[in-house]
């Protein structure tokens, strides 16, 4: 059974501050995305990466995936309070990619 | 552009009753169907997907079934509720080859 492990599971900031939030597995996934997700509402993609040391950055935020695509890292320069949510990263089975599997999510809060 | 409908937003059940989840995509076609259910501020549990008309992958063994009757549609029944079905149900699409995923709003459902 493929399981991602997310890390923290809970991150309290202050405005301003930067922070990284950790996507782990012993599995290795043919994709991985992040989600950000809002209470009540469905999760919203945020990236996809695919190739093993891929960057991807968008605007504050910085995707990394792992050189053996089993882990990945999604680093927040200078958060705003508009970051706050749950962020769940998901992989893609290696052999199986129609099938997904979800880490535990990390909530964050960015205080003003 | 592709849409996904989930309906109900919310709904209460007593225990012992049946359910019925409807999900449609709009503006695609032939595309993966998902549902998952999530615990409070935690990641999601796969319970079905489906790669076309009529086939349909169970994940986890439950009193839930679900049916792809159309291709742009899917959905999720039970015919007797249990407690432990409350949660936060969610319907997702992909692009064949396992693409990310598009998720609805959910539905919440509590079960009296």
């Known amino acids: 059974t493929q399981l991602l492990e997310q890390s923290p599971q809970f991150l309290s900031i202050q405005e301003g501050e930067n922070l990284t939030v950790y996507c782990n597995s012993s599995s290795v996934f043919s994709s991985l995305q992040w989600y950000r997700q809002e209470p009540g509402e469905g999760p919203v993609l945020l990236v996809t990466v695919v190739t093993g040391g891929e960057v991807k950055k968008l605007k504050r935020l910085t995707f990394q995936f792992g050189d053996a695509r089993k882990d990945s890292s999604l680093h927040i320069t200078a958060a705003q309070p508009g970051d706050t949510g749950l962020y769940l990263c998901a992989g893609a089975g290696r052999y199986n990619f129609n099938k997904f599997y979800f880490g535990s999510g990390t909530k964050l809060n960015v205080k003003p | 552009s592709q849409t996904i409908h989930q309906w109900p937003a919310t709904l209460v059940q007593p225990v012992g009753s049946p359910l019925s989840l409807e999900c449609t995509v709009e503006?695609?076609?032939?595309?993966?169907l998902y549902w998952y259910r999530q615990a409070a501020g935690r990641g999601l549990q796969l319970l079905f997907y489906s790669v076309g008309i009529g086939q349909i992958s169970s994940e986890v063994p439950q009193n839930l079934s679900a049916s792809r009757p159309q291709d742009r549609q899917f959905i999720l029944s039970s015919k007797k509720l249990l407690l432990s079905d409350s949660g936060f149900y969610l319907c997702a699409w992909s692009d064949r080859g396992g693409q990310p995923q598009h998720f609805g709003d959910g539905t919440r459902l509590s079960i009296l």
């Open positions: 503006g695609t076609s032939n595309p993966n």
